[in-house]
């Protein structure tokens, strides 16, 4: 069976920062990642300093001002994009078991994962041919008008450890189609995906400044979006994190997407089979230890079928096999890191001292002397005002809420300062439209945990502002501008010319 060190050289140049095209020497103190499996060193990576910031905005923004990336064709920037992928996809295997080292992700799933996370480079190159960056339109006032979408400057894209490759691709696709540059900031955690996307950049020959990869603590971050030559900061994260983000950006007027916290809903109507909800739900809360900002934490159930839910969801839980991640037969590996696990302990405490009844979990599983591991927890009876049916705990435990009817399920589903992510469940699609247009949520999904990033990823309320995936994810990289002529030109070009 693998382990993380067969994969801790699985990156070129850890010891280095990307910038301008070049690995060069941080300036930074280097930062050591340990395995969450093993809690032992892993291997390091370089620390960006606040001249390393510098330098890295410096080339993103001569790279957009000076250089030809902005005026290239959408067509000629997503052959880019497509090399970027293929070159990633070539390297599934070692990035898998990579990650695994790194957050306790499962090898398996990697595997299957890594695909698919490139597949948004694909989807949004794909975008070149259809997108309308300039549309003609009949002035009130006669003449010719244009509708002309161009990128909005340089981006700082601001990546957490939980599924960095996938929110790097959702970050950086567009923002590169658009014909933005990017400083793509990796957590000191979980950088090595974003320092292979880095090493496939540099590969496909893209331009040099277009791209730039640091990782850095949050004191060093803040100064990418206190930048005014930050034209743009795309952020995921904690909301508080992100609050602190979008006021700063309120400042001075830079433009931001916020995608942030979540603690959403599954509503089981009465038409639909136990059992079934149960397996459902025992894996969707369960997907990398519970890390996942959209995880379905809260179930809402009518009291006449709360206990029996109880019964069934504790022991689908109890099913779920904890182990070493790169252990095919493992269904859920370890939480990222010491103080996370610390996290959910103490939320797990807050929930047993709040009168909420632990049906099962809340320790390190038995067969485990060593990792930051946690059981799958369930808590029933949990009032919806509770702290851990309020917080984000980040961790894999569900809050079995009761309700008194379909209405009340409801109104319990949005009560709360969040709205990212929910799934109603009934036999009845209708039943399920319904519902789905009354839960305040950036996403509705029906007898499922599912979210599609070819449409639109994004929340409500203080899971954050604008939205990630699908075109609804490339518009915030564009700014719109209104030309308007005396007469209409021969060729309009969807990037601009610019002059001999």
Request: hydrophobic share 45%; aromatic share 8%; net charge negative.
């Amino acid at each position: 069976m693998k382990t993380a060190n067969d994969f801790s050289a699985a990156i070129r140049h850890p010891d280095k920062l990307y910038i301008g095209g070049s690995w060069v020497n941080a300036t930074g103190a280097p930062i050591g990642l340990v395995s969450p499996s093993t809690e032992e060193s892993f291997y390091k990576v370089a620390g960006a300093s606040p001249a390393d910031v510098d330098c890295a905005i410096g080339a993103a923004r001569r790279a957009f001002d000076d250089g030809a990336w902005s005026r290239k064709a959408p067509e000629e920037r997503a052959g880019y994009l497509r090399r970027i992928a293929a070159i990633l996809r070539n390297r599934a295997p070692e990035l898998a078991g990579l990650s695994a080292g790194e957050m306790g992700s499962l090898y398996a799933a990697n595997q299957r994962n890594i695909p698919f996370f490139t597949s948004l480079l694909d989807y949004y190159a794909d975008q070149a041919a259809s997108f309308p960056f300039v549309e003609q339109h009949t002035p009130s006032a006669g003449g010719a008008g244009y509708l002309v979408r161009e990128p909005v400057g340089v981006v700082a894209a601001i990546v957490p450890w939980n599924g960095p490759l996938m929110l790097g691709a959702l970050k950086i696709a567009p923002a590169l189609l658009a014909g933005c540059t990017v400083i793509l900031k990796a957590a000191p955690e979980a950088p090595g995906l974003l320092y292979a996307l880095a090493e496939a950049a540099e590969e496909a020959d893209l331009p040099k400044g277009v791209l730039n990869l640091i990782t850095a603590e949050r004191d060093v971050s803040e100064l990418l979006v206190r930048d005014p030559r930050v034209d743009k900061v795309s952020f995921t994260g904690s909301t508080a994190a992100g609050s602190r983000i979008g006021a700063l950006c309120g400042e001075r007027i830079a433009r931001c997407t916020l995608e942030l916290g979540g603690k959403s809903p599954a509503v089981l109507m009465d038409d639909f089979d136990i059992d079934e909800f149960a397996k459902t739900i025992a894996a969707a809360s369960t997907i990398l230890a519970g890390q996942v900002c959209a995880s379905l934490s809260r179930v809402i159930v009518s009291r006449s079928r709360h206990d029996a839910l109880a019964e069934a969801l504790g022991a689908q839980l109890e099913l779920i096999a904890t182990g070493d991640p790169y252990d095919p037969a493992s269904q859920m590996g370890p939480l990222a890191m010491a103080r996370q696990r610390d996290k959910v302990v103490g939320y797990i405490d807050i929930g047993q001292a709040e009168g909420a009844r632990l049906v099962t979990g809340g320790a390190r599983p038995t067969h485990l002397d060593r990792g930051y591991y946690i059981a799958p927890t369930l808590f029933a009876n949990v009032r919806n005002d509770a702290t851990i049916a309020r917080e984000e705990i980040f961790g894999p435990v569900v809050s079995l809420i009761p309700s008194d009817d379909e209405a009340h399920s409801v109104r319990l589903a949005n009560d709360t300062d969040y709205g990212l992510n929910a799934s109603v469940f009934t036999n009845d699609p209708e039943r399920a439209y319904t519902a789905a247009r009354e839960i305040r949520s950036g996403t509705v999904a029906h007898n499922a945990f599912r979210n599609d990033f070819s449409i639109a990823f994004g929340g409500f309320k203080r899971s954050g502002i604008g939205r990630e995936g699908g075109i609804e994810g490339l518009l915030p990289y564009l700014e719109a501008k209104t030309i308007l002529l005396q007469a209409p030109v021969k060729e309009p070009v969807a990037a601009a010319p610019g002059f001999a």
